[in-house]
């Protein structure tokens, strides 16, 4: 009887999970628990619109941001930061990482200094940026683009380390020059690692444009956040930060990972 | 006329990775190999023979004697010298074809004669239907195909080959040197296949070269005068000669295998 019971409910998680659309349910599903939790609470404690204002309220005021056009304003700022940022990021941080990966020399005398910059974080060297470009968008932009350089610079360091000696060697035997080997060999092989080191660098970059927009800003979702800490807006604080999570998942999902997929998973160099 | 690959008096040694102790690894090797002849190299393992190889190949730089290729020393690698490993040498993040042309891209090949020239090794290899695959998706048999005709496909002059088969499994290994063999016959590339596995030495070999424990020397050398035509597995087992040859190989590696000293 009891076997017969796990039988089918087997049977049933196996039908499920094949069920196209059933991850897409599973996620609502948690996403409904959230907010039923969230508006439990909400219900439960005293001046819920200061100290945590239930989902409706929250979704309600987005509607009116929107139509003050103030959403779709700060939220168009800040995606133009962080695209920038990250792309100035990524364009001299891949090109460092390799270059450090391709020549001893280099190497070498850079690491150490990479490697002490690396432990002061975005936050860490705000102060002093502040100190000589005062609140400005350049300050917002070099703490971003400060964030972004380095996660990605030391995973193509990694990745070119990592392509196996094999690979050289054939592509030496088959009479290929130094710059052939960079182009055909180190830089594919160093692929996964520049695909993963620019997902970690964009997304370091992300919470680098909110941190930012906060400290240093006058626009942009950051600066919503913060500003409705100050004025007792609640809601527009939490809007802000669901927008801020939202966001990342949508780009992550859309964008990142097709990315990746379409190049490295094809080779067989990630085993899923 | 000179041979198409010369060794003379070469010698090697290197200090051992962890230990750094001396490691003498061949000891005055004398080899020639003619234009168009299959040299198969045999040995126990550890006898130095995957050393020759990269000494050969140019990846391995050498003091004692000298190897030629053509009256010309071998100083690096150079794609007059073709090189068949024994596995995952091939590009994963290129296709079938454009790892066979890899060699002729290199050159600067213009596309047209490159694509015409991959497609016949393609078909040489039996590999039609798999040219726009990845490495990730064939067996370790087709992946030894495509390492193949990657090396023909540049044309060298010369063909070196390191236990390619050694990792494939035993029903596909009888497969691939009938293969080899035949694109021996088509090709007539002068190749040296250095195998630990003595029923492949005297298989493919028209000569082969029995190497002695370390220090590797050449300790004998079987010449086996089967005609490449006849060499079919189902019935060169039934040829006195093959087994003959391939019996004193055997012995001969055998000696190397048990000897105490």
Same mark, same amino acid.
């Given at each position: 009887?009891? @076997? @017969?019971?796990?039988?089918?409910? @087997?049977?049933?998680?196996?039908?499920?999970?094949?069920?196209s659309?059933?991850?897409?349910?599973n996620?609502?599903?948690?996403?409904c628990?959230?907010?039923?939790?969230? @508006?439990?609470?909400?219900?439960?404690?005293?001046?819920?619109?200061?100290?945590?204002?239930?989902?409706?309220?929250?979704?309600?005021?987005?509607?009116?941001?929107?139509?003050?056009?103030?959403?779709?304003?700060?939220?168009?700022?800040?995606m133009?930061?962080?695209?920038?940022?990250?792309?100035?990021?990524?364009?001299?941080?891949?090109?460092?990482?390799?270059?450090?990966?391709?020549?001893?020399?280099?190497?070498?005398?850079?690491?150490?200094?990479?490697?002490?910059?690396?432990?002061?974080?975005?936050?860490?060297?705000?102060?002093?940026?502040?100190?000589?470009?005062?609140?400005?968008?350049?300050?917002?932009?070099? !703490?971003?683009?400060?964030?972004a350089?380095?996660?990605?610079?030391?995973?193509v360091?990694?990745?070119?380390?990592?392509?196996?000696?094999?690979?050289?060697?054939?592509?030496?035997?088959?009479?290929?020059?130094?710059?052939?080997?960079?182009?055909?060999?180190?830089?594919?092989?160093?692929?996964?690692?520049?695909?993963?080191?620019?997902?970690?660098?964009?997304?370091?970059?992300?919470?680098?444009?909110?941190?930012?927009?906060?400290?240093?800003?006058?626009?942009?979702?950051?600066?919503?956040?913060?500003?409705?800490?100050?004025?007792?807006?609640?809601?527009?604080?939490?809007?802000?930060?669901?927008?801020?999570?939202?966001?990342?998942?949508?780009?992550?999902?859309y964008?990142?990972?097709?990315?990746?997929?379409?190049t !490295?998973?094809?080779?067989?160099?990630?085993?899923? | 006329?000179?041979?198409?690959?010369?060794?003379?008096?070469?010698?090697?040694?290197?200090?051992d990775?962890?230990?750094?102790?001396?490691?003498?690894?061949?000891?005055?090797?004398?080899?020639?190999?003619?234009?168009?002849?299959?040299?198969?190299?045999?040995?126990?393992?550890?006898?130095?023979?995957?050393?020759?190889?990269?000494?050969?190949?140019?990846?391995?730089?050498?003091?004692?004697?000298?190897?030629?290729?053509?009256?010309?020393?071998?100083?690096?690698?150079?794609?007059?010298r073709g090189?068949?490993?024994?596995?995952?040498a091939i590009?994963?993040? #290129?296709?079938?074809?454009r790892?066979?042309?890899?060699?002729?891209?290199? #050159?600067?090949?213009?596309?047209?004669?490159?694509?015409? /020239?991959?497609?016949?090794?393609?078909?040489?290899?039996?590999?039609?239907?798999?040219?726009? /695959?990845?490495?990730?998706?064939?067996?370790?048999?087709?992946?030894?195909?495509?390492?193949?005709?990657?090396?023909?496909?540049?044309?060298?002059?010369?063909?070196?080959?390191?236990?390619?088969?050694?990792?494939?499994?035993?029903?596909?290994?009888?497969?691939?040197?009938?293969?080899?063999n035949?694109?021996?016959?088509?090709?007539?590339?002068?190749?040296?296949?250095?195998?630990?596995?003595v029923?492949?030495? %005297?298989?493919?070999?028209?000569?082969?070269?029995?190497?002695?424990?370390?220090?590797?020397?050449?300790?004998?050398?079987?010449?086996?005068?089967?005609? #490449?035509?006849?060499?079919?597995?189902?019935?060169i087992?039934a040829?006195?000669?093959?087994?003959? %040859?391939?019996?004193?190989?055997?012995?001969?590696? #055998?000696?190397e295998?048990? /000897?105490?000293?």
């Amino acid at each position: 009887m009891t @076997n @017969n019971l796990t039988d089918r409910l @087997n049977r049933f998680q196996a039908f499920w999970r094949h069920f196209s659309g059933a991850e897409a349910i599973n996620n609502i599903l948690v996403i409904c628990i959230i907010l039923y939790i969230w @508006n439990f609470i909400s219900g439960a404690i005293d001046n819920p619109a200061r100290y945590l204002p239930a989902p409706d309220v929250v979704f309600l005021s987005s509607f009116d941001l929107f139509h003050k056009g103030l959403l779709p304003v700060y939220f168009g700022e800040t995606m133009a930061r962080l695209v920038t940022g990250s792309f100035i990021g990524l364009a001299l941080g891949i090109p460092f990482g390799l270059a450090l990966g391709l020549n001893k020399t280099i190497s070498d005398i850079f690491h150490p200094i990479l490697n002490f910059f690396q432990s002061v974080s975005g936050i860490a060297i705000f102060p002093i940026i502040v100190i000589w470009w005062g609140n400005s968008e350049k300050t917002v932009l070099a !703490i971003i683009l400060y964030t972004a350089f380095f996660p990605v610079a030391f995973s193509v360091l990694s990745g070119v380390r990592t392509v196996p000696m094999r690979y050289v060697q054939a592509a030496q035997t088959l009479g290929a020059s130094h710059w052939q080997i960079v182009k055909d060999v180190l830089i594919p092989g160093a692929m996964p690692y520049i695909a993963t080191g620019s997902r970690l660098s964009i997304g370091f970059g992300w919470r680098a444009v909110i941190a930012g927009e906060m400290l240093a800003g006058r626009q942009g979702m950051g600066w919503m956040i913060f500003t409705g800490q100050d004025a007792d807006r609640t809601h527009e604080v939490i809007l802000g930060m669901v927008v801020i999570g939202l966001t990342w998942i949508v780009l992550d999902r859309y964008l990142l990972r097709p990315f990746e997929a379409d190049t !490295i998973e094809r080779w067989g160099l990630v085993q899923r | 006329m000179t041979a198409k690959l010369v060794v003379e008096g070469l010698s090697h040694h290197y200090p051992d990775e962890y230990t750094g102790i001396d490691v003498h690894a061949l000891d005055d090797i004398n080899i020639e190999v003619e234009e168009g002849e299959f040299v198969a190299v045999v040995g126990p393992s550890g006898c130095g023979k995957t050393t020759l190889l990269n000494i050969l190949a140019g990846l391995l730089p050498y003091k004692v004697g000298s190897a030629y290729v053509d009256g010309v020393k071998i100083e690096g690698p150079g794609p007059e010298r073709g090189v068949v490993f024994q596995e995952h040498a091939i590009l994963p993040w #290129r296709s079938v074809a454009r790892n066979i042309g890899h060699g002729l891209e290199i #050159r600067g090949v213009p596309e047209a004669e490159r694509k015409s /020239r991959v497609s016949e090794y393609i078909n040489l290899v039996g590999l039609e239907g798999f040219e726009d /695959r990845y490495p990730h998706e064939l067996s370790g048999g087709m992946k030894q195909r495509v390492a193949v005709a990657r090396t023909l496909c540049a044309d060298p002059e010369v063909m070196l080959m390191d236990e390619p088969f050694a990792a494939v499994d035993a029903q596909t290994r009888i497969t691939l040197q009938e293969e080899i063999n035949r694109i021996s016959i088509a090709t007539k590339k002068t190749t040296m296949f250095i195998t630990h596995a003595v029923d492949e030495a %005297a298989f493919l070999g028209d000569r082969c070269f029995v190497m002695s424990r370390r220090p590797g020397k050449v300790k004998a050398i079987v010449d086996i005068k089967i005609p #490449r035509e006849k060499r079919i597995w189902k019935d060169i087992l039934a040829d006195e000669e093959f087994v003959a %040859a391939r019996d004193n190989i055997l012995k001969l590696v #055998r000696e190397e295998v048990t /000897r105490d000293d």
